[in-house]
């Protein structure tokens, strides 16, 4: 690597590493807030809460990235423009990318990081923060009330289950309702008390079967035995399904939305939004760094103060385009891949737009 590049790199990394702390504690701070009233409320020891604490950080480190990745930029590069040592390079025969490539390099590494944060950290961070959480709070069985799902073969309904609750620990089903569906027809019915998992299969005692015909019914009651049934679902599917997609991994998040999600509707969009955001929030770090190397490279005396404040309306405005982006997307006015990446390709259109000038 160049001296020069290297020189670069070390005036940025100085303030990114700044913001990246500031912003993460800002973040733990919030939550810090909220779990001292939980360790009052259920008489937590401190080691619990920063345990509990520590659980959180992955996910705030991965937001504060970005906002690190163009603070670093603004103040970094802008400290040098300040004291015209970039326009000292340029005149020297440095070209805009070449002065451009650390921080590109350091905003593809940070979004690279925080990708396979969102795939490999977060989700088991969340599920242990949410399951410490429920044992504090003596809510250790976190029985699933009013369970239902429904399956399609492309637009067409196949499958509707309905169940009472389910009790994870013991893997049972109780009050099942479950109607099959034939090209829209309504074929069978199935009514159970309880449904079991055993053997890696699904099974009920007492029940009534309705077998409906194209202008017929009848029932079959089971009283005695056992009777084996395809839920199509495994216990774990359950337990998955009633979680937030925010704390499921990319690839989890990928196989539900083939498994589960209908072809159209709200839900496919939501989870599709979900599903790209998962890659635009980290990948932002790259493109705040193409928007602040412009930004800070503009001939003109700036402090730190300025620099720092441009950031933060440049991460406001980022924001406001995420929730008009993803409002706009999920009630279906615009594709969910658009909506997810909207405050990115503003803000990247708009450094492009800098970038042009800053050449010239």
């Known amino acids: 690597m160049k001296i020069l590049t290297k020189y670069v790199m070390k005036e940025i990394l100085g303030p990114m590493l700044f913001g990246f702390f500031a912003f993460t504690s800002i973040f733990g701070g919030v939550i810090f807030l909220g779990l001292l009233r939980d360790a009052e409320r259920y008489h937590l020891t401190v080691f619990y809460i920063i345990k509990l604490l520590a659980l959180r950080m992955p996910e705030y480190m991965m937001q504060a990235a970005p906002i690190a990745v163009l603070l670093g930029a603004l103040l970094g590069l802008g400290n040098l423009t300040s004291h015209s040592e970039t326009i000292a390079m340029r005149?020297?025969?440095?070209?805009?990318?070449?002065?451009?490539?650390?921080?590109?390099?350091?905003?593809?590494?940070?979004?690279?990081?925080?990708?396979?944060?969102?795939?490999?950290?977060?989700?088991?961070?969340?599920?242990?923060?949410?399951?410490?959480?429920?044992?504090?709070?003596?809510?250790?069985?976190?029985?699933?009330?009013?369970?239902?799902?429904?399956?399609?073969?492309?637009?067409?309904?196949?499958?509707?289950?309905?169940?009472?609750?389910?009790?994870p620990k013991t893997k049972e089903l109780f009050g099942v309702a479950i109607q099959e569906f034939h090209q829209g027809s309504l074929t069978r019915t199935i009514e159970a008390s309880k449904?079991?998992?055993?053997?890696?299969?699904?099974?009920?005692?007492?029940?009534?079967?309705?077998?409906?015909?194209?202008?017929?019914?009848?029932?079959?009651?089971?009283?005695?035995?056992?009777?084996?049934y395809d839920l199509s679902l495994t216990p774990s599917e359950i337990e998955q399904l009633k979680e937030d997609p925010e704390n499921k991994s990319i690839s989890e998040l990928s196989r539900y939305i083939k498994r589960f999600a209908p072809q159209q509707g709200s839900e496919k969009r939501g989870l599709l939004v979900d599903l790209h955001m998962k890659f635009s929030?980290?990948?932002?770090?790259?493109?705040?760094?193409?928007?602040?190397?412009?930004?800070?490279?503009?001939?003109?005396?700036?402090?730190?103060?300025?620099?720092?404040?441009?950031?933060?309306?440049?991460?406001?405005?980022?924001?406001?385009?995420?929730?008009?982006g993803t409002f706009m997307a999920r009630s279906g006015a615009i594709p969910p891949f658009l909506g997810a990446w909207l405050p990115n390709l503003v803000l990247a259109g708009y450094g492009l737009v800098i970038t042009r000038t800053v050449k010239s």
């Open 91 to 167: 005149a020297g025969g440095l070209t805009y990318g070449k002065l451009a490539y650390p921080v590109i390099l350091i905003g593809l590494a940070v979004s690279i990081g925080g990708v396979l944060l969102n795939e490999y950290v977060v989700p088991n961070a969340l599920r242990t923060y949410d399951q410490l959480k429920n044992n504090a709070s003596k809510e250790v069985t976190k029985t699933i009330r009013h369970f239902y799902k429904d399956f399609y073969d492309g637009d067409s309904l196949k499958k509707l289950i309905y169940a009472d609750r389910y009790e």
């Open 195 to 228: 449904l079991y998992w055993k053997d890696q299969n699904w099974f009920f005692n007492n029940g009534r079967i309705y077998e409906y015909l194209p202008d017929n019914f009848y029932p079959i009651v089971v009283k005695e035995g056992r009777v084996k």
């Open 281 to 324: 929030i980290p990948l932002a770090s790259l493109i705040l760094a193409l928007l602040g190397t412009p930004l800070a490279l503009r001939p003109q005396r700036r402090s730190n103060a300025a620099g720092f404040g441009l950031c933060i309306i440049f991460i406001l405005v980022w924001y406001i385009f995420m929730g008009i």
